[in-house]
Nanobody, 115 residues
Framework: QVQLVESGGGLVQPGGSLRLSCAASGVLFRIYDMGWYRQAPGKQRELVARVTRGGSTNYADSVKGRFTISRDNAKNTVALKMNSLKPEDTALYYC?????????WGKGTLVTVSS
């Protein structure tokens, strides 16, 4: 059974930092492209950052220079380090694992940026 479990969300002040983590089980982690998505209230889910199985990364323009995605194939985890957080980063953040013919999602972790 495939499971993606996110952790690390919470309440943080503007300008602060958080580190999200996603632990994967039930999949051959190293062959999957891994991503972080987010969905704010009333908005569509959007890609935040992605790291391919080969280690290439890409980011949404809104988070470039502030967020960093990384993966640890030995631990079956993918992390998202978020710096200089803004109120508009407030959203439910989801972990995603993709391989041709397979697409898995976690249940999300809530990030709230507010003073």
């Amino acid at each position: 059974q495939v499971q993606l479990v996110e952790s690390g969300g919470g309440l943080v002040q503007p300008g602060g930092s958080l580190r999200l983590s996603c632990a994967a089980s039930g999949v051959l982690f190293r062959i999957y492209d891994m991503g972080w998505y987010r969905q704010a209230p009333g908005k569509q889910r959007e890609l935040v950052a992605r790291v391919t199985r080969g280690g290439s990364t890409n980011y949404a323009d809104s988070v470039k220079g502030r967020f960093t995605i990384s993966r640890d194939n030995a631990k079956n985890t993918v992390a998202l380090k978020m710096n200089s957080l803004k109120p508009e980063d407030t959203a439910l953040y989801y972990c995603n694992a993709v391989f041709p013919g397979n697409d898995y999602w976690g249940k999300g972790t809530l990030v709230t940026v507010s003073s």
